[in-house]
């Protein structure tokens, strides 16, 4: 990768004004987009909606600036930039060898107690939340960091700070340069919520994105956590659905090779049994709670959507939603 020009550059900030370092996630809805991120914004805006969201918080854009701030880190990483070819790695050292902010850690770790306090689950899923991620003309969706099943606060702060390093993933950057974006344009968020043993996952589409049949909802499912069908790894369960008419029209067995599930603190990926690969993740009566909830979704932001979603006990979470971006309608979430 070539070397990245001044438009990848730190400034070197002195903070001002209202400050936030955590922010609950349902106040993010409230709050700018470029403090909390899109993707904390848009599940915070659901969750006021009524849609079943998992509870967390958000570390603010203006928390990740202080933490570069106070470790003086801008002229390092300004060098590595003008110096190396691939600065990614050096870059996401210097987050690892430094200490956030001592005020930051303890909110951190009472708004993490406070988290684990009020669900029987005690692990939480980490996600970056950036300020131009989810937009129709600068999707930034998989640039950056996602960590699932963290299991100790230890776990917490280094996953916070791999999710603010990957602000200069090879991939971040390489994107920010095609699409001649500044480095500052870039706001970052980190979203922690409740992780959801998911006993299926998935991700559906409120309009037949092959078709482009309005009247059709498409869903694609397998069993354990979401991300071995995000990253196209498997082939999951798929199921089109009436939309008017809340019926499965077509189903097909997909060959579920495995699945990914928790573990004491992180993932792993195990086989599925032979079982599991003869049935359909999903029962009728989940797909059409999914259909429900997915109409919903779409009628409020009066776009089609994608959602990914998890199930666990046979209740349904949104974890992430964004505009179906084949439309030729432009998509603004920021209504």
Known sequence: MERMGNKHEVPILTLKGEFYMIIPLREGYSKNRSLVGGKARNLSKLMKAGIKVPNGFIISSQSFWEFIEI?????QINYY??????????????FQVNKIPSDLEMEVKNAYDNLLSSTEVAKVSVRSSAAAEDLHDSSFAGQYETFLNVGSFEGLVKSIKECWASVWSNQALQYLHNVNMDIKQVKIGVLVQSMVQADTSGVVFSVNPVTSLYDEIIINASYGLGEAIVSGLITPDMFIVSKQENTILYKDLGLKEFKIVGTVDGTKEIPTTEQEKALFSLHDNQVEQITEVTKKIENYYQYPVDVEFAINENEMYVLQVRPITTVKERVNFDK
């Open 71 to 75: 470790n003086n880190l801008a002229n």
């Open 81 to 94: 930039l003008k110096t190396m070819e691939n600065p990614s790695h050096s870059i996401k050292e210097l």
